[in-house]
């Protein structure tokens, strides 16, 4: 009998996957033959040196970006062929940058993440919106222009918007999705564990998907279920984080020496790594 992926026997539903995905721009190809599969209820990290395809890859599964070749399914259903509101009911994005043109209120920046449900609102509407900022410690925020927070800040504001985007089930039945571009770039090391730590929870307890752009390889091996390394714009390594992410794997992906470090005192936990340039 021929051994089978966990993910055939997966509902549609609950997957987000690319299949031979190929883009290419005028002199260079940016991703080749790429395919990756995406799980709901698990948080899966995106890796790989600067250039490797990363927020390439990301672009495709937001429907930011079409692939040359191959394609885009969500819940089964190619990605092109979801209506945009739809879509944006299902699944929320927070892009590596983001420059917001008006003065618009942290407040209200997180209320934008409830657009999409405008039509067929929730009986808390309000509350959706404090209690997501909540989530992410900037209620305290509310009133103040979001162009005048610091970069973490901000960070933490687009993702409560995300939060508030997906709040809810979707009618449709399919799974919720938080599309992460590096969303811990801009964070201080307390507001970066908090950050995954709460993307983790959502996925754990609602089943929520999470794909995150990372290049903290500790962070990726502490809170992601899975990961999907990319190099020269090539899949080089997909599966559970701490089976792909080996020394052998990152002194050929990253160039880098990987010490694996003890949990403290003897505590069972993820694996960790202390790094070293190569002699």
């Known amino acids: 009998m021929n051994a089978r992926s966990l ?21 260079r190809s940016l991703l080749q033959t790429a395919s990756a599969q995406f799980i709901a209820g698990q948080v899966t990290a995106v890796l790989g040196p600067n250039g490797a395809g990363k927020s390439t890859l990301m ?16 819940a089964g259903k190619a990605l092109p ?3 945009p509101a739809e879509l944006a ?16 209120t942290v407040r209200e920046v ?28 900037v209620e305290h925020l509310q009133h103040r222009a979001l162009n005048t927070l610091s970069g973490g800040e901000k960070a933490r504001v687009h993702l409560a918007r995300a939060l508030a985007q997906v709040w809810e089930p979707s009618e449709s039945l399919a799974a919720r999705w938080l599309l992460l571009d590096e969303p811990t770039a801009a964070l201080d090391l307390h507001h ?6 709460l993307v983790r929870a959502w996925a754990t307890s609602q089943g929520v998907g999470v794909v995150a752009v990372l290049h903290d ?24 984080t701490a089976e792909v992410l080996t020394p052998l ?18 505590e069972p936990g993820p694996r960790q790594y202390l790094f070293e340039a190569p002699v």
């Open 110 to 137: 997180v209320e934008l993440g409830r657009y999409p449900h405008r039509r067929h609102p929730g009986c808390n509407e309000a509350g959706i919106v404090t209690q997501a900022m909540q989530a992410t410690a």
């Open 7 to 27: 993910t055939d026997f997966l509902p549609l539903a609950d997957m987000l996957e690319v299949a031979d995905v190929g883009v290419e721009v005028p002199g």
């Open 217 to 240: 390889l500790n962070l990726a091996l502490r809170y992601s279920d899975r990961c999907v390394v990319l190099q020269h714009g090539r899949v080089v390594g997909s599966g559970a």
């Open 89 to 104: 009911r299902m699944r929320a994005c927070v892009a590596q940058e983001t420059h917001v043109a008006f003065e618009f």
């Open 81 to 83: 062929a979801y209506a």
């Open 192 to 197: 970066q564990h908090s950050m995954l730590q």
């Open 59 to 74: 672009s495709l599964l937001t429907g930011q970006r079409q692939p040359s070749s191959g394609h885009v399914r969500l």
């Open 249 to 266: 794997c990152i002194e050929k992906v990253w160039g880098m020496v990987a010490h694996a470090v003890a949990p403290h005192d003897g």
